[in-house]
């Protein structure tokens, strides 16, 4: 058969039901292939969303994530959404056409090296010499995204390859099973951890996305439970406990909440699982955690000791590690009592929500607690970059793993609408709502008319100030208020722009207005843009200066 026939037979055999993307002359053979096949092509308006779709799928259902472009601009479109998945550790596959075998190298039209190109943000990368070798790569190219610490991995496939004839069985090639890990964790350090844990008096535990990729949420809460230890998470780690849990202390680093920079200064053990403490998490890394011991469990042993140097190491997979410790730290402890650590998390806790009451109607700490309360459980929340994406990181809580995707690791504006589509895909009988900056909106927006004429309602919330608020907010804290380049000036009437795409638009006035039109989107089967106008001189708040530890956290 045909490479571009074995490609997408390939691709069947791994349960491929959808990929986003955009054709062009290096995969027309592909797709003439793709006719004849049941999986879902959905044709986007950028590569770079097709990717971000991709990934959000992949973060929405744990499963990898395709997508597809064309060689050289088509190929390149692509880098932003990659490096993003990379940067969080999200499974995606990335295919490329590419010109014909003997032309690489030779500046032939829409060439792009690709593969130069996407080295050090992907986890793997391929170029296909034969169509016979397709099967194989692709079988590979599955294992290598979903396995161990996951991410992308590109595979190039050169034009000619996709016309070649090559004699593949591809009934050999079945669906790749993730492996989470090939390290099982070490019993002494196990064993040293336990101990630690034993005797802490104010422990704490920092949850990372590790925990959501491995399922390891319920193991995450018995062990805080059984010590009474309070929780805060990364970005990536939202969700691993539920918010409403009175031991969930919220987001943790730059824009972390009260009780979790306050608490952290005072622990004395740090369980961390499955982060990789940014240095968004730790703040100036010599003063994190000066005085407390470190569990640190990562199934990346390269993550180990790379910021954060670690009492005791595990190299594990997350819910392996945490069943190991559990079983260990019943046979050798008995439930906590309450204590002052315990009255403490509640205290704490309680100045950040009287914050978030006490401000006006469409304030956006108190938007995002009206969100939540009209939000299912399971709704997913997708959020782009900015000040947006930190109010929801602060003040919309999230009750369940994979319901809050956001890009930590590259902070990639425009990511949040293409990542809900995907996710909406993934999972289409949950609600799904992107919360926005307009500035971050207007990178991607293009994509509502993928959202309306493929039938993937979502829910875009716009937090309207005009400007680049997150840039505003730092030239008004640490540069005098010099605004230079973060007026937007001009942004499109949101309300009608959804509507030139066919979608709905609405600009509530009041929080009670705003509830309505929510539950009446949510409810609908037709995207929809909620453009709500908010402050332009609105700080959000708490934050932690850049370059300096958390004790530094300004929060008034
Ligand atoms: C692609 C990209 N370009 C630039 C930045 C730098 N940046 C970070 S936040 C931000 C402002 C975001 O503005 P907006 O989307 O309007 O959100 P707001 O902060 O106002 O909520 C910018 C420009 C980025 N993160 N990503």
């Not at 169509?131 to 190219?141: H, V």
């Not at 403490?277 to 011991?293: H, L, P």
């Amino acid at each position: 058969m045909s490479g571009a026939k074995a490609f997408v037979k390939a691709l069947e055999m791994q349960k491929v039901d959808v990929i986003f993307g955009i054709p062009g002359g290096a995969v027309l053979d592909i797709c003439d292939a793709l006719a004849d096949s049941s999986i879902r092509t959905i044709l986007m308006r950028h590569e770079q969303c097709a990717a971000h779709a991709a990934d959000g799928y992949a973060r929405a259902s744990g499963r990898v994530g395709v997508c597809m472009a064309t060689s050289g601009p088509g190929a390149t479109n692509l880098v932003t959404g990659i490096a993003t998945a990379y940067m969080d550790s999200s499974p995606i596959v990335a295919f490329t056409g590419q010109v014909p075998r003997k032309l690489i190298g030779r500046d032939a039209f829409q060439e792009a090296d690709i593969i130069g190109i996407t080295c050090p943000i992907t986890k793997h990368n391929f170029q296909v010499g034969h169509a016979s070798e397709i099967p194989t790569t692709i079988k590979k190219a599955f294992y290598i995204a979903s396995s161990g610490r996951p991410g992308p991995v590109l595979v190039d496939v050169p034009k000619d390859v996709q016309i070649e004839f090559a004699d593949v069985k591809i009934e050999d090639h079945e669906e790749t099973i993730r492996r989470p890990s090939n390290h099982a964790p070490h019993p002494l350090q196990v064993k040293k951890a336990v101990e630690l844990l034993v005797s802490a008096e104010r422990p704490m535990i920092i949850a990372g996305g590790g925990v959501i990729t491995s399922n390891a949420s319920e193991e995450l809460i018995a062990i805080a439970e059984l010590l009474l230890a309070p929780v805060a998470t990364t970005l990536m780690g939202k969700g691993a406990i539920p918010e409403n849990h009175p031991l969930a202390t919220g987001l943790l680093g730059m824009h972390g909440t009260i009780a979790s920079n306050r608490l952290i200064q005072e622990a004395d053990v740090v369980l961390a699982v499955g982060t990789r403490f940014s240095d968004r998490t730790t703040g100036k890394v010599d003063e994190f955690c000066q005085d407390a011991k470190i569990i640190h469990i990562d199934i990346d042993a390269a993550e180990i000791g790379k910021n954060v140097e670690a009492d005791v190491p595990i190299v594990a997979d997350a819910k392996e590690a945490l069943q190991e410790i559990h079983m260990l730290l019943q046979r050798k402890m008995a439930k906590k009592e309450n204590s002052a650590w315990t009255a403490k998390i509640r205290e704490l806790k309680e100045q950040l929500e009287e914050k978030a009451n006490c401000q006006g109607e469409l304030k956006p700490p108190r938007v995002m607690a009206e969100i939540r309360r009209i939000l299912p459980e399971d709704a997913i929340i997708t959020t782009e970059v900015g000040q947006n994406q930190m109010w929801a990181a602060i003040y919309l809580k999230a009750y369940k793993p994979r319901t809050f995707i956001s890009s930590g690791g590259l902070g990639t504006m425009g990511f949040g609408f293409p990542a809900a589509l995907g996710a909406k895909v993934a999972r289409p009988e949950v609600p799904v709502v992107d919360i926005a900056g307009d500035g971050s909106f207007i990178m991607t927006e293009q994509d509502l008319a993928t959202s309306v004429l493929e039938n993937i309602p979502v829910t875009v919330i716009v937090l309207n100030n005009s400007v680049l608020g997150m840039v505003a907010q730092w030239q008004r804290l640490f540069y005098g208020g010099r605004y230079v380049a973060v007026k937007l000036g001009k942004v499109p009437d949101f309300v009608k722009l959804a509507e030139a795409y066919g979608a709905q638009g609405f600009r509530p006035k009041s929080l009670e207005e705003f509830s309505s039109v929510l539950k009446k989107a949510i409810k609908s089967d037709v995207t929809t843009v909620i453009d709500v106008s908010i402050s332009p001189e609105e700080n959000v708040l708490p934050m932690v200066p850049p370059g300096k530890g958390l004790k530094w956290m300004i929060w008034e």
